[in-house]
């Protein structure tokens, strides 16, 4: 059925080609997207480990800004003593990370072509898990801008608090600004992107060392600052460790993009996109360490306009001006993540709609060669998750990862079957670190659910099977559809019948004039109608004959038929009218209504919109054509001209 | 260039007539007002002079409610002892109520076809004078729906002060309601407005009677209540009594609408009218005396959430089952004034469309036989304005009454001039009756603009020459298209071409076998076009090779062309075709487009609607004729039947 796509709903914007109907506010558009690319315009421009890092990383590596900052928001519930099980709980999500990037090297072995959990699971596992995953992939891509989002505000508030109360418009507006410039086709200038990714890696190793280095370091003078009561540790529960696993997880989100991105590498891309991966764990890895024994040493709690890594910096450096600058780089470096997901969903969702799971839009290309219909999907989504949850990252991290793990689970069991069916050198071995992985993400899921259930986590568990059910029923309407339209059939050959045209007019004029003569371009069987309604006492009998006599006098050569009504409305009459003839003749009935067009859009207005009128109540009736014949109104320079029909003749 | 009109732009609802394509809120939307209506269904019944009451003049009998309240207002700001001169001023005020019942009965007899002030000065000081009538008494009318409706929720309130929080939603609420009921055409069930205008009159009389007989009342036991503090007499300057005249003139507003409605009335209708407007006069006459007398002796001033009738009803008869009654009975009169306007601004407005000031849809009669076009640009002012002030009646008494009194003067002016040309017997006495109203009120306008200018007038200032300004735009703008369309003039003879079909395509199917037959239908000259965008490293060239070849096999007898695009629209190419064409031919145009159409809402969005993008790139094109061929998909009772079309051929 996607042969249909060519078909139907490419962007209108690029039919202008000079014409003068351009309004100003398509001129704004395409100041703001810039004018339609060619396919070989587009930039193919491939990266390196390096430049992998910005490119396809940023998920996993600014989940440092709100990992460490989950774990701590848990524990201090059951009091300050339960902050040293920070260290570790960090441990035990490094060593899941450890695993985790031990599995993908395998998968990108595996898939150099790019290997996504859709389409692993679609592959190995079956149209089932892949509708799974496909749905998790969703609803974690549309968490990931909003979390994203939502904890760089978070960083900037934290540095400048007079921004607080302002957090939900500025949440819009970084999202509306990632927006178009997805939509422009910007999303992949990963090279401009490097800058801030470097300072915020090497800012924050600096900000760990300073803090390794100087026990108590250069600034942080009054250890022990938090306010959080000291109950004794026996009250930490194994449930509140486990919440504090799955919060601290999210950080483990974004493992998975390398794996995806492999074709942006340079060759050989599999070496380099394996190496970015051990890159991005170790990195990621080290950052989540020493946060946590930072945390732990600082005796770093949750504090109301202030994220855990601000006070980390705020400990280690000071308030100077590198706190300001870190603290900036973050938002911007979240703002980046934010946008990776943008290259992640619309692909997804092209890659759905190819398979008849979602509207055919989805894997339509605008005329910036981007999936348009994905990136406003996902910043309508994003959107409403950043207003509902009020801009604040702790209210979506419950919901957050359960998707990711579970196309982690499905995609690493997909690899286990990928090696069992295709059996190459040491598969065993291969079968195993993909197994190890998808017990271990799935265990972590089935944490993830129970710990966050009731927090939030049922909103996931909802909205998955939503989507699942909606993408099986539109694959049913595209199988039905394609059957009913006989897709892959050799249709039977056409055949022309005489046409009836029939024509609306009002009064004579130029413009009948016109759509008569197109009327008789079409065919010899030309009706012109006339609605008059019949007015209570206002003559209608004169107004009857004034037709007719202008009609008799012009005499154009086609039947002028008089409908009466006693109802207001003129189409009615038109419409049952059109219904006995196409009930009394078996020819085409086509219906041609003239439109004087002004070519000043405010004299619009002025001019009843009958044929929209007329054309919408037609839409009921397939077997008859309906077309306007237009004449444009040119205001008031009269040379820009209207010519005279009867010079014509 | 009314004769246009017919043509265009009457309500799409009553274009069902059955067919599938009906929504519910289509059908939500007629059962609120109603199936349509055939012209001679509408009533014509005809009233007597106690049902003109009701009919014509609530608007002028409520300001009773309204009218006091704002003279007192003005007078308050000078103290207690100004409000002596509650009186004096009313008295004025009846007095002027006089001389314009007098002159309007001449208006009567002048015009008993209806007399109002835009067609009055029309006949008789040009068009000019006409439009100023126009453009005042669309201020007004609006003014009137807003004043009433806020006076009515003031009345309520007073009664229950808890409703007080919800006066702007209150308002909106009764504004829907007339307005609903205006479009269902009810507008006009006077009779049923009998009862309580009866109950509002005699209860008001009782009222007055009770508060005369018992001079300081059954209930008035603590007279000069108000807390006003007592200034000196002298400082009450000649500009705050013409303040608080021109305030109080509100009340004199409605007094021309039985002029205007005389054909409602039975025959005699001139006589019949003529003594309505005299009964108006006493009773309104009556109730000003009578409430200004009340209002002097129980010293009654301006009190926050109590409107002056409310304080003069407690006063006389305690605030009981009675003043309940009447409280709630006068926000019901008021709602019904307001009524009264929604029967003169839309006949207004269809006068100005049909004179060309104003645009032609205003003309137009909707399926329930009424302006509906002025029906809702009415309640849409109207609504506007009431959000403005807040639903509080004396901000918007400084707007009023300025227009009403334009209109008085133009009309009286119009009328000295028809004495002058007609000269019926004792046209001199006639003509000094109308002078002196036209001299008085031209008098009262001038006041009204001084005294009230910067409290709010200044808008009217503003509003009445910006309608003038649209009012004399439109009609040029129809003038010069009535030219361009060659009005009044015997067109040129049609002639016809022959007609190229363009049918794009994009995938060999029952669809597009249904639309080449349609094209063959049309014309032997049928082009079949599919654009191909190239997608880089996809194998365009497959792609190609693969339709070329399935065209070929069904080989329907009409040539396929295919167009490369390197963009990714398909809509730019199929223009650019279309472009060459119609240089390369002098043939005519058509462009036909296949379109998929579900028979269920749901399924609509997995089309994309390149139809819509195409026909909205066309319009630019107005010597490309458009038309869709619609295949509609029955989905999914495959007994509701789709033919097979192979066997048809």
Known sequence: MSGEDGQDGRAGQNAQGGHAGQTMARSLWRLLVGSPLRARDVSREQITPVEGLPALSLDALTSVAYGPEAIIAVLAVAGATALHLVLPITIAIVALLAILVFSYRQVIDAYPGGGGAYAVSRDNLGAGASLLAGASLVVDYTLTVAVSIAAGVASLTSAFPGLTGATVPICLAILAVIMLLNLRGLADAARGFLLPTMVFIIGLMIIIAIGLIHPLALHATQPGRSQIPAKALETV?????????????????????????????????????????????????????????????????????????????????????????????????????????????????????????????????????????????????????????????????????????????????????????????????????????????????????????????????????????????????????????????????PHAEPTIVVVPVAKVSRLVQRAISAALSISDQVIAVISIPEETGEGGEDKERKIRDEWASWNPGVPLRLLRTEYSSVAAPLLAFVDELSKQHTEQIMVLIPVAVPDKLRYRPLHNHFDLVLTAALRDRPNVLTARVEMPLHLPARHRGIKDPREET
Chains 1, 2 share one sequence.
Request: aromatic share 10%; with cysteine.
């Open 237 to 493: 529960s194994v449930l509140l460790v486990l919440k504090a696993f799955s919060a601290g997880c999210s950080a483990l989100t974004g493992v998975e993009a390398i794996a995806n991105g492999v074709p942006l590498f340079k060759e050989p891309r599999a070496k380099r996109a394996k190496f970015t991966e051990v890159l991005l764990g170790s990195i990621l890895g080290v950052l989540l360490l020493g946060l946590a024994i930072l945390a732990d040493r600082w005796h770093i709690g949750p504090r109301s306009g202030q994220t855990v890594l601000s006070q980390v910096i705020g400990e280690s450096v000071g308030r100077g001006w590198a706190y300001y600058v870190l603290s900036v780089t973050i938002t911007i470096v979240l703002a980046l993540a934010a946008n990776t997901s943008f290259g992640g969903l619309p692909v997804l969702a092209s890659l759905l709609a190819r398979d008849n799971y979602l509207p055919h839009l989805f894997a339509l290309r605008d005329d910036r060669q981007v999936f348009a219909s994905g990136i406003w999907a996902l910043a309508i989504l994003a959107a409403a998750l950043l207003i509902a949850v009020d801009g604040n990252t702790l209210t979506l991290i419950p919901l957050y990862a359960i998707g990711v793990f579970t196309g982690f689970t499905l995609s690493q069991s997909g690899l286990v079957v990928h090696w069992w069916r295709n059996r190459p050198a040491g598969w065993q071995r291969r079968a195993a670190i993909n197994g190890t992985g998808a017990v271990v993400t799935a265990a972590a899921t089935v944490i993830f659910l129970i710990t966050k259930f009731t927090e939030g986590a049922w909103v996931v568990v909802v909205a998955v099977p939503t989507f699942i059910f909606l993408f099986t029923r539109i694959h049913r309407y595209y199988r039905l559809a394609a059957d009913l339209l006989g897709f892959d059939q050799i249709p039977g050959q």
